[in-house]
């Protein structure tokens, strides 16, 4: 009965926009920002191989997972859960899937939204033309003033906090829609062109050969850059291999609920395996391109690969700086970041909201803000992670406060919610259930995602779970 159930928060008018928003929500920083600072960090192509499997075995079939419990749930992700369990007459044990979902966005939001402020920051930077004529140690000095002053990193998390609440206040439809068909598009041929700039001003035969030759002696080998600039210091761990996993979640926003959510919207009629197949080949291409325009870049300029996470903030200025346009080009390009991010922020509250909405009687506007001022203050312990808490004395675990949000969501709630989507959508709903929400008939193609949910994607995740902790 799939058609019969509606959500209250409204409808997606077609598939199109269905597919608008899941792209929206999964590229943004993780795409740009993250994925070519761990690979710099990780040894390269050995480490894109790994996640690239990643994300074609586990990926996949549990972003096809996602949206089909998320539209026969048709709610938040918590009451999804509660539908679901009742229709299968499921232990009630699951309805806790829903909860570590709203967990895990809530704590994503409060440090992305802190990243997605020094995107925000370098707007203004790159229109004040101020990395005209920059080289490695310009950039690398203007970089360290923003992380140097905790003042101005909370400012810019703020103004990207409200930005999001206001957009969630206003509901999932008001006016994003025509901004992700504009703006979208707009990045992919940004990031194309400075594909072009490394092509004719990087090393860029160097850089490809980082990002795609399969390095495997590297693929337990992580790295790290302790000071700005500074040579890295690499030890030999099964880390690089969570690292990927969990990356293939954050990238696809899955395990949390994001796509559960957005799929609730979804209507009815369209094709959940050919919208998994576009997002994740749209998430896919803008990660490829991302790399492809900074690792030539890194190299021509004598930069180290593993600077960590200010590592786009430290290269692609110097294109700005040096190319015909770049002004222009910079700030656009910044824009468009900042936009994919707030995409990306929206879906991440989402699922908070929606049930704060569905559940406590609560209007969107103040679930909004109550779920944007909570990750806000948790936030402030990520600005400072880069200033006044960076020393040992703050660390827990090793870690700042960024690293430890960071390594406790990406590595392992997305990969625990993952597991748990899969093994729902695999052993507890019944055959006839996910065969009619994904529409697929009983051919090959059904048979293959049953098989990899129940399988091999689970599987895989608890072998690099268990090497994680050093089991195996
Ligand atoms: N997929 C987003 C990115 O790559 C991050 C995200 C993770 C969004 C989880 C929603 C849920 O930037
Ligand atoms: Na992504």
């Not at 293939?248 to 009815?268: D, E, H, K, N, Q």
């Amino acid at each position: 009965m799939p058609d019969t159930r509606g959500s209250i928060h409204g409808q997606w008018s077609s598939r199109f926009v269905f597919i608008l928003a899941a792209v929206g929500s999964a590229v943004g920083l993780g795409n740009i920002w993250k994925f070519p600072y761990i690979t710099g960090e990780n040894g390269g192509g050995a480490f894109v191989l790994v996640y690239l499997v990643c994300i074609a075995l586990i990926g996949v079939p549990i972003m096809m997972a996602e949206i089909l419990i998320g539209r026969r749930g048709r709610q938040s992700p918590i009451n999804t859960m509660r539908v679901l369990v009742a229709d299968e007459q499921a232990n009630p044990a699951w309805r806790w899937l829903g909860w570590l979902g709203v967990v895990t966005g809530f704590l994503i939001l409060s440090y992305y939204s802190v990243i997605a402020g020094w995107a925000l920051a370098y707007v203004f930077r790159a229109g004040a033309g101020l990395f005209t004529g920059a080289d490695a140690d310009s950039v690398s000095t203007l970089f360290g003033a923003l992380l140097g002053s905790p003042e101005s990193m909370l400012a810019w998390h703020t103004i990207f906090m409200v930005m999001t609440m206001v957009v969630v206040a206003r509901g999932v439809r008001g006016g994003l829609e025509k901004a992700v068909t504009l703006l979208m598009p707009a990045l992919f041929v940004l990031l194309v062109l400075l594909v072009f700039y490394a092509m004719y001003q990087g090393a860029f035969a160097r850089g490809v050969e980082f990002l795609f030759n399969a390095d495997f002696s590297k693929v337990f080998q992580h790295c790290e850059s302790l000071e700005s600039g500074g040579p890295a210091s690499c030890r030999f761990t099964g880390e690089p291999l969570l690292i990927a996993l969990g990356h293939a979640f954050f990238t696809l926003s899955l395990g949390m609920g994001a796509i559960m959510v957005y799929g609730s919207y979804m209507p009815g009629n369209a094709s959940i395996a050919r919208a998994t197949l576009i997002i994740v080949a749209a998430d896919t291409v803008a990660a490829l391109l991302a790399g492809l325009a900074i690792f030539p870049i890194v190299f021509a300029n004598g930069l180290e690969p593993a600077a960590g996470p200010g590592l786009i903030f430290q290269t692609l200025p110097i294109a700005f700086g040096s190319m015909p346009g770049g002004r222009l080009f910079g700030t656009l390009f910044f824009v468009l970041l900042t936009f994919a991010a707030w995409t990306s922020a929206i879906s991440l509250i989402e699922p908070a909201v929606a049930w704060l909405v569905e559940n406590r009687g609560i209007a969107r506007v103040p679930a909004a803000i109550a779920v944007g001022v909570l990750a806000w203050v948790l936030g402030i312990g990520s600005v400072l992670s880069f200033n006044l808490w960076s020393g040992e004395s703050f660390q827990l675990f090793g870690k700042t406060w960024f690293d430890l949000m960071d390594y406790l969501t990406a590595n392992i709630l997305l990969p625990l919610g993952g597991l748990f989507i899969a093994l729902f959508a695999g052993w507890v709903m019944s055959r006839a259930a996910s065969r009619g929400e994904l529409r697929m008939g009983d051919r090959r193609g059904y048979r293959t995602w049953r098989f990899l949910v129940r399988y091999v994607s689970p599987w895989l995740v608890v072998i690099v779970f268990l090497n994680a902790i050093g089991l195996i």
